[in-house]
Structures are given as structure tokens and as C-alpha cells.
């Protein structure tokens, strides 16, 4: 079992609440994954996000930089929004971190996004959000398996690739590629028709109703033949550690209660209540928040349901103090991974 982190960036805030620079939190960012791979964490993830309290707007760049800072850890988007990126850059970036790496690293997820703020940023239409998704995840495959430097592609949402180079190659020949999903039946038949590995984000409700997604997945997979180490499943998830359950409970609630009001602006969600919140932190909830031993007890509970080989937990949100997400980081390699390990071991 690899056990990760994820991030959208998170800015960090003054005493008054008030937004300290974006720079800043990219930075924090950098430090974090840096940490990770010191201490042993097998993933760190940077999500894609446009709005000023989530600023890491551009994955590759900041998986570029990790690379070069980092020895072991895997790295990987979480996930690129190919809808309304360009497949070939995004490619030629994570290349380029793969290439910086030493290869063997760098991965991409795929996911067409749960939040529509990329669609005006970059001047599409949002009634074409099927299409963009479903010609754009084609291209990135299409370069991804090219043999060669060259690329011959064709659709409607970009002009075609006629025997084009798309430079640099993976170090390898190609990048782990993933399909990310929030949870929908045809997101989890697309990628096993496909044959790419999935990764479900998981951000409210009871994780192991995950579980028939993963079963379906599977199960769409082996009917079209589609075996062997690319036919795997991960589960992205909210969560914080701290030495124990309250302190844990205490240093979250605050970053979420920042992040609801924030994402209500955008979203129309409803104000955020703490009966919502401390149900969601207690098992079997969709919130790992908790002392190590906790933590770990519910990761492995949850692979006894969906049979992930991967949980990674977003744990910057609305504001977190950076020393709690350091702390967090170190907590989840040193302390939550090995108690993973035995338990998985012991069953």
C-alpha cells in the first residue's frame, strides 16, 4: 500500500483571515513535497486549481521543480483538467519533470474536473465538456503510447497532429497514466475499456460505497482484456494527523470551515455546519482525521472494501498553519505508513 499526499496549493492566511500572497503558498507547497520525500512518503499529488486560495494552477511546473528537489517519491497531478489544457503540453511538461526526475517518478492523472473555473479562464464553452474531455483523454493516449517521437492524431476539438514530433520522451517510453473520477459509473467503465488506472476522489459520504466503482472498474477491465499492473485503483480522501484525535479534530476544522464558505461562494453550497464535519471525521466517514493509530485502521478497512494500492489525503485546505501540514507529512510517512504495513500484513 503507497500512502501519499495531495495539494491544490493552499494560501496561507493572517491572524485577521485575510489572504497572505499566492507565492507564498507554492512555495509552502514545494517545501512540503521536499519534506514528503525525506521522510519516506511514496506519492505526493498536485491538483489543479484556479481560484486565489487554491493557486497551484499548473501541476507540471511544480512537479518540475519537485523533481529536481526530490530523490524517491513518486509525482504525479491530482489531476491535470486535459478538458481545457492542450494534451500536448500538458505531455511535453511532465516529460520534461520525468526527464529532470531521472525517470520513473513522474505520472499524470487525467480528470475533466469538479469545479468549471477553467472553462471562461481559458475560453471554452461549457456545453462542450463531454466532447472536450473524451477527444482530449485520446490525444493524451495517442502521444503517451507513440513508439516513436511522432504523432498522427485527428478530432474536433484541436487542430490534427499529421507525423509530429511531441518532444521530449518519457525516460521510459511512456508516463503512468490515470483517470480520475469523483465517483460516476461511466468514468469507471471508460478507464477500464481503456486499460488505465483509476483514482477516485472521495470528499463526502462513506468511502466504502466506493467499493461497487471499483468492482465495475475491474470487471469492464478483464472483459476487454485489459490485464497486468496498469489495471490498479486509488483513492484520494481529506485528512489530517496530529499526535492525537482532538488535536487533529482542532487543527482541521478551522481550514474547513474556510474552505466550505469559500467554495459556496463559487458552488452555491450550503453554510457549513460542525455536526457535518465531526460526523464526517469519525468512522466511517470520508474525513482521515486522527491520531496515527486511527488513521491507519481506516485505511486499511477501506482496503478491505475497494482493494486500492494507493490513499493519499488533501490536508492543506482554508488555511492550515504550515507547521501542521509539515507535521501531518511526517506523521503519515513515519507513523501512520508502518502501522499500514503491519496491519495489512496481520490480516
Known sequence: MELGAYSFGDTPRNPDGSLRPTSEAIRNLHEAIVLADQNGLDYFGIGEHHTVDMPASSPGTVIAAA????????????????????????????????????????????????????????????????????????????????????????????????????????????????????????????????????????????????????????????????????????VATLGLIAPTKKEALERFYPGWYNLNIEMGKLRGWPAPDKRHFLAQAAFPGAYYVGDPDEVAQRVVDLHGHMGHMRHFLQMDIGGLPHEHFLESITLLATEVKPRVERLLKNR
Open 67 to 234: 523533481a529536481s528537489a526530490t530523490k524517491q517519491i513518486k509525482l504525479g497531478s491530482g489531476a491535470s483538467i486535459i478538458s481545457t489544457d492542450d494534451p500536448v503540453r500538458v505531455f511535453q511538461q511532465f516529460a520534461t519533470a520525468d526527464a529532470v526526475s531521472g525517470g520513473g517518478r513522474i505520472e499524470i492523472t487525467a480528470g475533466r474536473g469538479s469545479s468549471v473555473e477553467t472553462f471562461p479562464l481559458f475560453g471554452y464553452d461549457l456545453s462542450d465538456y463531454d466532447r472536450l474531455y473524451a477527444e482530449k483523454l485520446d490525444l493524451l493516449m495517442a502521444i503517451n503510447s507513440s513508439k516513436t517521437e511522432n504523432v498522427t492524431w485527428s478530432g474536433t476539438v484541436r487542430p490534427a497532429l499529421d507525423d509530429l514530433a511531441v518532444v521530449p520522451r518519457p525516460v521510459n517510453g511512456r508516463l503512468p497514466l490515470w483517470l480520475a473520477t469523483g465517483g460516476s459509473a461511466p468514468s469507471s467503465v471508460r478507464a477500464g475499456e481503456l486499460g488505465l488506472p483509476i483514482s477516485y476522489g472521495i470528499i463526502g459520504g462513506t468511502p466504502s460505497r466506493f467499493a461497487p466503482l471499483a468492482e465495475l472498474y475491474r470487471a469492464t477491465a478483464a472483459k476487454a482484456g485489459h490485464t497486468g499492473d496498469d489495471i490498479k485503483v486509488s
